[in-house]
C-alpha cells in the first residue's frame, strides 16, 4: 500500500466546506419540510443529509478500521441503491422515516464528519484519498438534489411558499436567437483523465461530426410562450409517441412549476410564486418537451458529442451556479455552463471502451445505462467548481422536476 504524504489543508478544508454548505441549504427547511417526500423520484431532505454520510462511512471509515459507527440500523435506512452492501428501505417510502429526527440526522452528520476530517489528518493513502474525492463529488451531486426535491415539495403546497427570500428583479428583453457554426470532422470527446470525472465520462474517443450550427443561448420562456401559443401541447404532430401520451396522460399544458393567474403566466421557484421573467431559459421541461419544441422551431436538441465540442469555445464561461441565497437561474447568454442543464438527443449510452469501477462503487453510473437521456452543462443548483464541459448527467424522458432546459441545433 503506497502511503501520500500527510494531507494538505486543502483537502480538509474542502471537506468541511462541502459538509458546511449542505447544511447552509437545508437550514431554510423545517424539521417537517426535511421529512416529507412529494413523490417516489424525490427523496426527504433529512434524507440527502443523512444518505452523504453514510457514504463517507460505508465506503471510508469502516474499511480503514476503528471507527464506532453513529447508529447500526442507518446502514439500511440510508442506503440508496448499492445491492452489493446490502438491504435497504424502499426508496418511495422515505418519506415515512420520521426517526431518526432531523436533529438526529445533524449529530450522525458531526459523528461522521468529525470521524473522516480525524482521518484526513492522519494521512491517507491513494484509496482512501480517491473515496473522499469521489464522496465530496457525490455530496455535491446530493446538494443540487436536495435542492430540486426541496423545491418539488414546496410547490406541492397549495400556497407555493418560498424556500428562501430574494428579491424580486427586473424583466430584460432576451437576447436574439444567433447560430453558432461548428466546423464537421474527427473530434476528441471525454474525460481525459486530467482531474477529477465519473467513470461514465470516460473513455476519451474520437466521433466524426458533420458541419452543424449550435443556438448561442438556451431557448427561453418567451421563446416558449409563443410554442404554448401555437397550441404546441395540443399538437400530437411535434410529439415521440410516448412524449404525447405524457401529455394525455400527465395534462401537460406548460413547463412544471408554471402556472396561469388572471391571464398571465407565473412560475414557482425559490422566492415562491412569482411573475415569468421573460429572458431567462426555460427550466423544468422534460426531454419529450425539448424535442417537441425544437421539432416546433424547426431545429433539433444536438447530440451530447455535438454539444461537447460547441461548449469548447465558450468554455471560460459562466451562468447562474448554485447560490444558497438564490437558487434560481439567472438570463439566457452566450454561456453553454450554468442555469439549467441542457437535454441532447442522446441516449445514455457507456462510451466505447467503458468498464465500470470494481467493487460496490461501481453501481455508481453505469447500472442506470438503459431508457435515460443525456443533458449536459450545469444548472442554478450545481455547485460551482462540480461542473465541467464532460459531465453526464442523465433522467428518464418524463422528468420534468430537475433544472432541465435546452438548446437547438440545426444542419
Known amino acids: 500500500m503506497t502511503l501520500t504524504a500527510p494531507a494538505t489543508p486543502t483537502l480538509l478544508a474542502r471537506f468541511l466546506d462541502v459538509r458546511a454548505l449542505t447544511e447552509r441549504l437545508a437550514a431554510p427547511l423545517s424539521p417537517e419540510d426535511q421529512t416529507a417526500q412529494s413523490m417516489p423520484d424525490a427523496s426527504p431532505a433529512k434524507w440527502h443529509r443523512a444518505h452523504t454520510s453514510w457514504f463517507f462511512e460505508e465506503f471510508l471509515l469502516d474499511p480503514a478500521g476503528g471507527y464506532r459507527p453513529f447508529d447500526p440500523t442507518f446502514g439500511y435506512l440510508f442506503n440508496s441503491y448499492y445491492e452489493a452492501v446490502g438491504p435497504r428501505h424502499p426508496r418511495p417510502e422515505r418519506g415515512l422515516v420520521t426517526?431518526?429526527?432531523?436533529?438526529?440526522?445533524?449529530?450522525?452528520?458531526?459523528?461522521?464528519?468529525?470521524?473522516?476530517?480525524?482521518?484526513?489528518?492522519?494521512?491517507?493513502?491513494?484509496?482512501?484519498?480517491?473515496?473522499?474525492?469521489?464522496?465530496?463529488?457525490?455530496?455535491?451531486?446530493?446538494?443540487?438534489?436536495?435542492?430540486?426535491?426541496?423545491?418539488?415539495?414546496?410547490?406541492?403546497?397549495?400556497?407555493?411558499?418560498?424556500?428562501?427570500?430574494?428579491?424580486?428583479?427586473?424583466?430584460?428583453?432576451?437576447?436574439?436567437?444567433?447560430?453558432?457554426?461548428?466546423?464537421?470532422?474527427?473530434?476528441?470527446?471525454?474525460?481525459?483523465?486530467?482531474?477529477?470525472a465519473y467513470d461514465n465520462e470516460g473513455l476519451r474517443h474520437t466521433v466524426h461530426l458533420v458541419p452543424f450550427e449550435i443556438a448561442e443561448r438556451a431557448v427561453t420562456n418567451e421563446d416558449w410562450l409563443a410554442f404554448t401559443a401555437d397550441g404546441g401541447y395540443t399538437r400530437?404532430?411535434?410529439?415521440?409517441?410516448?412524449?404525447?401520451?405524457?401529455?394525455?396522460?400527465?395534462?401537460?399544458?406548460?413547463?412544471?412549476?408554471?402556472?396561469?393567474?388572471?391571464?398571465?403566466?407565473?412560475?414557482?421557484?425559490?422566492?415562491?410564486?412569482?411573475?415569468?421573467?421573460?429572458?431567462?431559459?426555460?427550466?423544468?421541461?422534460?426531454?419529450?418537451?425539448?424535442?417537441?419544441?425544437?421539432?416546433?422551431?424547426?431545429?433539433r436538441l444536438p447530440t451530447e458529442a455535438e454539444w461537447e465540442v460547441a461548449a469548447g469555445d465558450v468554455a471560460e464561461l459562466r451562468g447562474q451556479l448554485l447560490d444558497p441565497d438564490r437558487l434560481h437561474p439567472g438570463v439566457a447568454g452566450r454561456h453553454m455552463l450554468g442555469d439549467v442543464w441542457e437535454w441532447t438527443s442522446s441516449a445514455y449510452l457507456p462510451y466505447p471502451g467503458f468498464r465500470p469501477v470494481e467493487g460496490a462503487v461501481g453501481e455508481y453510473n453505469g447500472k442506470f445505462m438503459s431508457d435515460q437521456h443525456v443533458l449536459r452543462g450545469a444548472s442554478c443548483a450545481t455547485p460551482a467548481g462540480h461542473e465541467r464541459l464532460t459531465y453526464r448527467n442523465f433522467y428518464p424522458a418524463a422528468a420534468r422536476w430537475a433544472f432541465a432546459g435546452l438548446r437547438l441545433a440545426r444542419p
Do not use: K
Open 236 to 299: 400530437p404532430e411535434l410529439w415521440l409517441s410516448d412524449g404525447w401520451a405524457a401529455v394525455q396522460q400527465q395534462g401537460w399544458q406548460a413547463p412544471g412549476y408554471w402556472q396561469e393567474q388572471d391571464g398571465q403566466w407565473m412560475v414557482f421557484g425559490s422566492g415562491g410564486v412569482r411573475t415569468l421573467r421573460r429572458a431567462e431559459p426555460v427550466c423544468h421541461v422534460s426531454f419529450y418537451e425539448a424535442d417537441a419544441y425544437a421539432r416546433w422551431a424547426g431545429a
Open 99 to 196: 426517526r431518526p429526527s432531523a436533529d438526529e440526522v445533524g449529530r450522525y452528520r458531526e459523528h461522521v464528519g468529525q470521524a473522516v476530517a480525524a482521518l484526513i489528518e492522519r494521512g491517507l493513502d491513494e484509496a482512501q484519498a480517491e473515496v473522499v474525492e469521489l464522496g465530496l463529488n457525490h455530496e455535491q451531486q446530493h446538494q443540487e438534489l436536495l435542492v430540486m426535491d426541496a423545491l418539488h415539495l414546496l410547490s406541492r403546497h397549495p400556497f407555493g411558499p418560498a424556500m428562501i427570500d430574494w428579491p424580486v428583479e427586473d424583466d430584460p428583453d432576451p437576447e436574439p436567437l444567433t447560430w453558432r457554426p461548428v466546423p464537421g470532422g474527427l473530434y476528441e470527446v471525454g474525460h481525459d483523465g486530467a482531474g477529477f
